[in-house]
């Protein structure tokens, strides 16, 4: 049986059947990866825009960023602690899911949007440290509501600036672009 | 392969799926499935990701060793020695370390319950994660348990009102013994298995006897050279195992000097004998003959005038009746009289026995000989802690027969219960069961839901220790005098509430000497005011110029305590000066075979409960998760026994049914069972598994005492069922097992 199904995947007929899963699988698999790179819908649309055009450092909300591994969300207490004293807050639509969860005591759920995988032991602190700006690696957030991913963070992704940074200096090119410096 | 698919086609097929299942997979956003909650309120000095260390006090012994704790967003992860404190410099033993296992027990007591004496809380098949099922539904509030106890107070006279707690924690001790001796309630009264295993009461009688003063020895084992340990099993559960494990790792230590040598003698084989150098199996009963016996050789050896104590031995006939040969005893007279530092360390099951103050007379006498009193390698004092004056030793197995005595006779209206599980703990004989139903009101603070709660009117749970304010006093085992604190390292998890905030709100509610008595905000100011004159004290670990910023330190470094030694030497001058009594113990009940039980190193009284704990394998057997009598293969031999044969062990106290374990290590006529199973309640982990060797035990005690625990004699029957113990060792090839040799 087997046989004859390899036998008819030989034929016109089964090429163009071959061919049709191909470009199928092809495109499914393309729709993933742009999937992958959309941001995704987040329980509240925040507007990053808005917040640093009133001159909110990056800092002052994910503070995580220069202390260690993770910039953190912050706590709602820390949301709150603004927005109690705005009006706004108290009408407006697009705040009601924040002020549910303060009042109702259950935290709001984000979805991760900047991501590695868990092979990378990514850590903010030393990026911030070597005077890299939150910027370089998520984008301009003065123009973006949600965050959003400006690239794909991969490996290539990493080692551009890695190499970029180390330049014509060999020892710190050896350590950036060690294995055992983002993979341990 | 059949014959319709041959393995080319199929690796093509296989081929083929796992390119498409790594096609359709791969590209999904699969990380999108997970969600971020942030805090609501973010904890001070908590950062995303990072985790924080806290420095408290260990709560599963009393011994008070330091723990740093690792929390990472609002959970305990994590608990690890604290290498600052002086007792334990970084170490914990197995039940330190599972002491998460209580903080996250499913079964624990989850808020103020009214209860019926004997109503179970809990299904014990219930499905532990689903809430739905879970035990110990509260049905009252924290007002009214207060008022509860208000009224209890209260409406009572203050003699009949009568606390009964365990060895931890020291400040809620302090606490009520000061609300004790403002108001006229009866004093507080102390009591732990560990204890009560431990002879504490004997060491500290003997002590008096021979220096003139009560206390709780110290031994130096770490400066030691040679140390003869009779009965001390310091390496498992004995005063303060961790510091004393800390010793014999200097006494081992052989870069600096020699290798030092451990001699144990007991007539089973713990694994503090399964270290030493020499386990000398000797008859149960004897110790304080041979003790006197390798003194009077030992003074011989170093030609010291025949003194005393030793003068009314007779070497050949402790030989014999030991069952040590006299070569062997010239032997150990030799090494103990010839070294550079010997130490000689009485307790555990030799202190347990009728004649227990005589053998540890004799072995601190052993000590006069070579006269390490106060030097490295010898016999101290311990230091006291930093708030005492003088030596509190826990209540006797004799005095709590006597405050039972009291709740029979009526003496006593209201009991409150905290910390101790009396209905495990204390033997069956001693008749605690029985005597709770003359006692109109018991208030029990349990945190899980042991045998004694399950006895109470009332259950108005603590929190755990994890999440507890406190202090420990270390009693022994440091060489400076040390104040072990403890604080919270997480938020309560449940509707739990301090004990020391129940009392002292409802003192407050039952107003004139009781609200004078407790003047205090909550648990946290008390603290605070007992913590305060160490502030004035110079040789400190710390200073600080106000008690805020000592206690910032306090918390910091998880205790305080001083940098001297505090240690004192014990008068030994008229040590020798008086006779001794070399006599052998005498053992209660008919049977053959002499009775030890002994204390499961990991289990002990309240480690049942931790899953870590039950499937940790015992030391020296391997066994898990069960109770089991160690027989010597001879004496199995001929009952016609083999491994995890059914036996029913009768006492004149009791009968209990055991499963045989054969240990090679136990001598012929002695059998041995370990304390630390057959709960009855205390959580799904815990109960219906094994037996309780103290239902064996009778109502017998020593001159000081101390329950002579290893003063029984038992009988064995074999009753013909199997009942098979998991084990980690293999038992293929042992005894001809699985070589078709079976008898």
Redesign the interface.
Known sequence: MIKRFFDWLKKPLGLIAVGITFLALFSLAAYGISLSQQPPAQPVQFPHKIHIAFGIQCLYCHPGAAKGPAAGIPAEAKCWGCHNQIVKTQTSILLKPLKDSVISGTPLQWVPVAQVPDFVQFNHRAHIAAGQNCENCHGDMSKMTVAENPQIFNMGFCLKCHTKVAGENHDLLVKLTDCGTCHY | MSD???RR?FL??AGVGAA?TA??T????A??L?????????PEYT????STYYATTCRECAAGCGLIVRTSQGRALKTEGSANNPLNLGKTCARGQATLQGLYNPNRVRGPIKHTRGERLYDTAADPFNDEFADAKSNMDWAAATQTVADALKNNKPEEIAFLMGMAPDHLFDLVADLANATGIQAPVRFGALSMFESRATLSKASENLFGQSGLPLFDVGGAQVVFSFGANFLETWLSPVSYTRGFAGLREAQTKLRGKLVQFESRMSSTAGKADEWMPLRPGTEAMVALAIGKLACEIRGIPMPRAFSDVDPLDAASKSGIKLEMLNHLAEMFANSTGALAIPGGAALGQSNGLAVAEAVLALNAVVDNFGKPGGVFFSALAPNQTEYQRPASAKEMAEFVQKMIDGKIKVLFVHGVNPLFELPTSLQFGGATKYVPQIISFATFPDETALEADYIFPDHHGLESWGYQRVATGSVGSVLSGAQPVVSPFYDTRATADVLIAAAQLAGGKFAAALPFKDEVEFLFSKVTPLISEVDGFFSAPDINTFMAYFQQYGGWWKTTDGRSVPNSADALNRSLSGAEAEFAGEGEFFFVPFVSPTLAEAGANKPWLQELPDPTTTVMWNTWVEMNPVTAEELGLEDDDLVAITSEAGVLEVPVYRYPAIRPDTIAIPFGQGHTAYGRYAEKRGVNPTDLIGQNFNEAGDLAFAGMKVKIKKIGKKKPLSRLESIMGVYGVGLGEEK
């Not at chain 2, 950062?47 to 990072?50: D, E, K, M, S």
């Open positions: 319709k698919l041959s086609d093509k097929l498409t096609i359709l791969g590209c999904g956003p990380s999108r997970v969600k971020r909650e942030p805090y609501l309120q973010m950062y995303n990701g990072l």
